[in-house]
C-alpha cells in the first residue's frame, strides 16, 4: 500500500509540475480547447515529439466549456503525463462517454476526478468502478459511470528502456 501511495504521490507531483512550468520549455506544453455539448463525439489531441495523448467524449447540455490538455516529460523522457481538466472546477456537463488514449507510453498511473481543485474547491476522484485504466486508455465503464468528469490525469512509461 506504500508503494501505491508514493507512486500516487510522485505522480500527482509529476503533474503539478509538469502543469506549473508549461510552455516554459520543450518538455511540457499545455493548450486550451473547448469541450462542446450536443451527444456528439468529439476528439481533442496532443502531441510531443513520437508520444501522443488524445481525449475523446461526448457530453449533453449547457454551452461550450473551455478546458485544458497539458502533455509532458520527465528530464529523462522517462514518463509522459498527459492531464485534461477544466481550471474552473466542476463541469456542468453530463458527460455520456469518455476515452483517453496514449500512443507511444504504457500507463503506470491514472486518476479521472469528477471536481478538481478550484476555487476553494478540492478534487473529488471518480468511484473505481465508474473507470477503467488498460496500458493505453483510460475509459468510461457503461452502466456505472455517473455522467460526472472534470479532470484526467495520467502517467505513463515511454518505451525508452535504458540497459
Known amino acids: ?14 503533474v503539478t509540475l509538469t502543469v506549473a512550468s508549461a510552455s516554459a520549455d520543450d518538455q511540457t506544453k499545455t493548450v486550451e480547447f473547448n469541450v462542446k455539448p450536443g451527444g456528439e463525439v468529439h476528439t481533442f489531441s496532443e502531441k510531443m515529439r513520437e508520444y501522443e495523448c488524445s ?16 502533455v509532458g516529460l520527465s528530464d529523462d523522457d522517462g514518463l509522459f503525463s498527459c492531464s485534461v481538466w477544466r481550471p474552473q472546477g466542476k463541469s456542468y456537463l453530463f458527460f455520456t462517454q469518455f476515452k483517453a488514449e496514449l500512443k507511444g507510453a504504457k500507463i503506470e498511473y491514472a486518476n479521472a ?13 471518480l468511484r473505481e468502478d465508474e473507470f ?11 452502466g456505472k459511470f455517473r455522467a460526472e ?6 502517467i505513463a512509461r515511454t518505451r525508452h528502456d535504458e540497459l
Not at 55 to 70: D, K
Open 1 to 14: 500500500m506504500a508503494i501505491i501511495n508514493n507512486l500516487h504521490f510522485l505522480a500527482l507531483l509529476f
Open 55 to 70: 481525449f475523446t467524449y461526448a457530453s449533453q447540455g449547457g454551452t461550450n466549456e473551455q478546458w485544458l490538455m497539458s
Open 113 to 125: 476526478y469528477s471536481q478538481t481543485a478550484a476555487g476553494g474547491q478540492r478534487d473529488v476522484t
Open 132 to 142: 477503467t485504466v488498460g496500458d493505453s486508455t483510460v475509459t468510461h465503464k457503461d
Open 149 to 154: 468528469l472534470s479532470k484526467l490525469t495520467i
